[in-house]
């Protein structure tokens, strides 16, 4: 007996040496991360000791294109970032996470936002087949990263244009050029992956989040009276439309905890309550995203680009799903002429005046969040 327990304890992790447990660990997938931390004492120690050399190679794994990870934590709209045209993307996360190791919280920032994108990616492997049921099927590990890049994207715009109304909203223009050029970032591909991605979030935030009195009285097979249906339905039409695009402002991480968590808000009140406090500035600026998304491919168009991936969300194949088209292969081409640059952008004309809040005000294009506050 005393033999076995002495081989255990020689074969045991913690007699191991620290650089062969630190090897151990970065071949953990996050789920088994992000649970040993709250295992023991000796295992949080070893994991938030050695956090950056081990969520980097599980990011580079599981969380890719990387590049893509770092860039959703900036907010320069201009794209400049501090990889050099020297630094490969797997030195660039590593640069990055040991930035973010010099904060405090630096752990927990990269550990909430991997929390985050899995979370989303449970939510979308639901939304993205909600009008195609019969199409249903779990998604591939390429159609994950194409997901992933478009989510990254979101993420970046969101901080960069839908935080301050005063950013996306300018009389003269200047700022539409900047959310214009930062679109032309894209490839072709990438656009039509991201426009598919956006149309099926915004239906669910649509469904689930702030359906319209049209569907409401839909979902109780019209058994409700019309005021009932108004009590509950977030207006109708144009209305709706407005206040759709007013809570798809909200950063990505945001709008997922009202999908997940919608139960928690009983109430219309409760539910701008949050928005307000999420982000006061919201009712003052536009929903520059799906503008910016449609510009780019009219450009596309424009151009004569024969993109020929045009199907998307609500169907089920195309976009960031994989397409049944013969020329599937074209995806590699359409999917490498990005960032098109200043000069390439003709001047578009995008109607700009219409910004949508969460509440009519007399038939003008404004909303206010008071009438719905009841």
């Known amino acids: 007996m005393a033999a076995t327990n002495e081989r255990t304890k020689l074969l045991s992790l913690e007699t191991l040496p620290v650089e062969m447990q630190v090897d151990i660990a970065c071949h953990l997938d996050f789920a088994s991360f992000d649970n040993l931390l709250l295992a023991n004492t000796w295992f949080r120690t070893l994991l938030t000791g050695y956090w950056v050399s081990i969520l980097q190679k599980i990011i580079e794994r599981e969380f890719s294109p990387g590049d893509g990870f770092v860039q959703s934590f900036s907010s320069v709209p201009d794209g400049s970032s501090s990889r050099s045209t020297e630094t490969t993307k797997g030195e660039e996360l590593g640069l990055f996470l040991m930035g973010v190791a010099t904060r405090k919280d630096g752990m927990a920032i990269v550990l909430n936002f991997c929390r985050s994108v899995k979370l989303w990616e449970e939510e979308f492997q639901r939304i993205r087949f909600a009008q195609s049921p019969v199409k249903s099927r779990p998604l591939k590990e390429h159609e994950w990263e194409r997901f992933r890049r478009a989510l990254y994207f979101w993420r970046w715009f969101a901080q960069c244009f839908h935080q301050d109304g005063r950013i996306a909203w300018s009389p003269n223009g200047l700022h539409t050029h900047k959310w214009r050029v930062m679109m032309a970032r894209l490839s072709t591909a990438e656009h039509h992956e991201a426009s598919d991605m956006w149309k099926a979030i915004e239906y669910a935030v649509g469904r689930w989040v702030c359906p319209s009195v049209k569907r409401v009285r839909a979902l109780f097979d019209n058994k409700l009276s019309q005021e009932e249906a108004e009590r509950i339905g977030w207006g109708e039409y144009e209305e709706n439309r407005l206040i759709r695009?007013?809570?798809?402002?909200?950063?990505?991480?945001?709008?997922?905890?009202?999908?997940?968590?919608?139960?928690?808000?009983?109430?219309?009140?409760?539910?701008?309550?949050?928005?307000?406090?999420?982000?006061?500035?919201?009712?003052?600026?536009?929903?520059?995203?799906?503008?910016?998304?449609?510009?780019?491919?009219?450009?596309?168009?424009?151009?004569?680009?024969?993109?020929?991936?045009?199907?998307?969300?609500?169907?089920?194949?195309?976009?960031?799903?994989?397409?049944?088209h013969p020329e599937e292969e074209k995806r590699i081409t359409h999917s490498a002429d990005g960032w098109k640059g200043d000069g390439d952008l003709p001047l578009y004309p995008i109607p700009l005046s219409v910004r949508g809040r969460l509440v009519s005000n007399g038939g003008h294009d404004f909303c206010h969040l008071s009438r719905w506050a009841r």
């Open 245 to 324: 695009g007013t809570i798809m402002r909200l950063s990505p991480e945001d709008i997922l905890h009202l999908l997940v968590y919608r139960h928690r808000y009983a109430t219309k009140a409760s539910v701008i309550q949050f928005i307000r406090l999420r982000n006061p500035r919201i009712e003052e600026g536009i929903e520059a995203f799906s503008r910016g998304i449609s510009y780019a491919q009219c450009v596309t168009k424009m151009g004569g680009n024969g993109y020929p991936f045009t199907l998307q969300f609500p169907f089920g194949y195309g976009g960031i799903l994989d397409d049944t």
